[in-house]
């Protein structure tokens, strides 16, 4: 379904880029042309398409997030996962590590959100039926409509043509269904004249209509009627984006007029006013959606008087003030998109800095069974890298439990818990795991995954020391905004399987801002188990959407004697990608690294 909620909120900042460009028009308007001023709303129609781009843009949701996540703990609905622990639980082959996992829902829309939905297809329907009406409508008229006869305005007409330098020979037909002229059509395009403006019109004003008209045709207002009209039917619920698409047919006009009279001289400028002032009444009906015509409503009739009153030719400074204005407007609005994106979800990439790397791409595939999957290793004595699925090895995703081991060293460094004063009570409540629902020390609950150990640490430490220490140690994208429990379990808080191996390397040398009695504590909880003199370290992760295993993770570390290994492999897949799997992947690419 789409994310209907996050699109209202991104119409809430639809609302204040918009007021942006009406502060703009308004309060520089004597330093921009008709043109300009028209052609602003040209960005708006770009920043209406931005929630629905299918891509993630930079930046991203984080704005948003502050709305929906605002007094609230989580966005996520947290049940225990169904099925016998097993299932992301026990590693199948090494039987010394506990991969248990809990669900997050996230597939099911709340009620208020289908409702939200269906409500906003309604209102698109019942625009898009008035549009299907009025297009008929006008199929109507061009169907009783007659070729121009008249010789004399056929040749006025030609003359017009030759004027605005426009080589198409673009049609005129005459109707009786109509009050004002239109051109309409982008691929075909074609002037509608009333017959009472042919009967009754003088020569000189039906000129400046015709050449009025033939401004929408060349500055291309066909096809940003289509874009408009898209832009009402989209947005049909916000007042803002109807009071800016009023105004840009407005500006449209007053455009026209001002391209007009920039082919005029100057002694002409008082007899165009007057032909407008003249035919108001019979022009001033708005045209039909999908037209471009000489009339309007009476308010903005008035406006184009005033203009053409005022109206002086843009010098060449002008012109410059124009453009830096607009492209500095531009800018401005464009700091904005990434809040506008609804693709929340979207994909983030880490850029990896290769430069100077020793870096080889070997084909594990036949390790992953089929799973989309990375493995990352950095070999320290050979300081070269191995990445197998280069792509997927930047993509960021959630860590679910990977991330317990900064975790645990947060709550270290906040005075949470101390070295070798790790325990704490459980609080009786019934878990989904029994290795859960008994006290806990840092090294049962990192064997066994806890949440609630971990979840603790994170309240009692809080979400601003939360936020500040995932930027000070530059973890993944740094953003723990999906609630303090959750943020690490399939939601806000992302990592790349590179960046995971970089991090393990700084917790490993201490160069991470932490005290090394607190990391030796961290990486005392790691160890897994020691072959001869080989030492292996690591945790899993496993994320559980709607009862499915859909992200494993197993990173960590091999000491061997003479170099260290440090690897990461993240599994993707609509079920069965468990920590589990990914500790197994692991296992089975190390034994056969020599």
């Not at 590693?91 to 996992?101: K, P």
């Not at 009472?196 to 400046?208: E, G, K, N, V």
């Not at 004063?421 to 006290?439: C, H, I, L, R, V």
Request: glycine share 8%; with cysteine.
């Amino acid at each position: 379904m789409f994310p209907i909620i996050r699109f209202l909120i991104c119409n809430l900042f639809i609302a204040i880029l918009t007021g942006i460009i009406f502060a703009v028009r308004y309060g520089l308007k004597s330093q921009l042309s008709a043109r300009r001023q028209y052609q602003l709303w040209f960005l708006l129609l770009g920043l209406l398409a931005v929630p629905f781009l299918p891509v993630q843009l930079p930046g991203s949701g984080r704005a948003a997030a502050w709305f929906t996540n605002l007094g609230s703990r989580s966005t996520h609905d947290i049940s225990p996962a169904s099925g016998s622990p097993g299932a992301a639980g026990q590693t199948g082959a090494a039987g010394w590590i506990s991969d248990f996992g809990i669900s997050v829902s996230r597939n099911a829309p709340s009620f208020t959100e289908t409702l939200l939905f269906f409500i906003w297809l309604a209102g698109m329907a019942v625009m898009l039926l008035l549009l299907i009406r009025s297009y008929f409508r006008l199929r109507h008229i061009k169907r009783s409509s007659l070729p121009l006869q008249n010789r004399d305005i056929l040749a006025l007409y030609g003359r017009c043509l030759h004027e605005t330098h426009i080589r198409r020979n673009i049609p005129v037909r005459s109707t009786a269904f109509l009050r004002s002229p239109v051109i309409t059509g982008f691929l075909k395009p074609c002037i509608y004249l009333p017959l009472h403006l042919i009967s009754d019109c003088d020569p000189a004003d039906l000129r400046y209509m015709l050449l009025h008209e033939l401004q929408h045709y060349r500055h291309k207002d066909a096809a940003v009627n289509y874009l408009m009209n898209i832009a009402a039917v989209l947005y049909w619920f916000n007042p803002f984006v109807w009071l800016a698409l009023k105004e840009m047919r407005g500006d449209r006009e007053t455009a026209c007029d001002s391209a007009v009279l920039e082919m005029l001289e100057t002694k002409y400028y008082e007899d165009y006013g007057h032909t407008l002032i003249n035919f108001a009444e019979k022009i001033s009906l708005i045209p039909f959606p999908f037209a471009s015509g000489m009339g309007g409503n009476m308010k903005q009739l008035k406006k184009r008087i005033l203009n053409i009153s005022s109206y002086r030719p843009e010098s060449a400074w002008r012109r410059i003030r124009g453009i830096c204005i607009y492209c500095l407007t531009a800018l401005l609005l464009l700091a904005g998109v990434p809040a506008l994106s609804t693709d929340a979800a979207g994909e983030d990439i880490y850029k990896f800095d290769k430069k100077g790397e020793d870096i080889s791409y070997p084909d594990l595939s036949s390790y992953f069974n089929g799973y989309d999957g990375t493995f990352v290793l950095y070999d320290t004595a050979a300081d070269a890298w191995q990445i197998y699925n280069e792509e997927h090895a930047a993509l960021r995703v959630p860590p679910d439990s990977t991330y317990k081991i900064y975790n645990a060293l947060l709550g270290l460094e906040a005075g949470i818990i101390s070295p070798g004063q790790t325990q704490m009570g459980w609080d009786g409540k019934n878990y989904p795991f029994e290795e859960w629902n008994a006290d806990q020390d840092l090294n049962t609950a990192m064997r066994d995954s806890v949440n609630w150990y971990f979840q603790s640490l994170d309240r009692q430490a809080g979400p601003s020391a939360i936020k500040d220490y995932l930027r000070q140690i530059r973890y993944g994208n740094e953003d723990n905004s999906h609630g303090t429990d959750t943020y690490w379990l399939e939601s806000s808080l992302k990592i790349s399987a590179i960046e995971q191996v970089q991090l393990l390397k700084r917790l490993y040398d201490y160069d991470l801002p932490a005290d090394k009695a607190n990391i030796n504590e961290v990486k005392n909880a790691l160890f897994l188990r020691q072959n001869g003199e080989e030492k292996l370290y690591g945790k899993t992760g496993t994320g559980r959407v709607d009862g499915h295993d859909v992200n494993g993770w197993f990173v960590g570390w091999l000491e061997r004697p003479d170099r260290t290994y440090f690897f990461a492999v993240n599994l993707k897949g609509s079920s069965g990608a468990t920590g589990a799997l990914a500790s197994d992947t692991a296992q089975a690419i190390l034994a056969d690294i020599q």
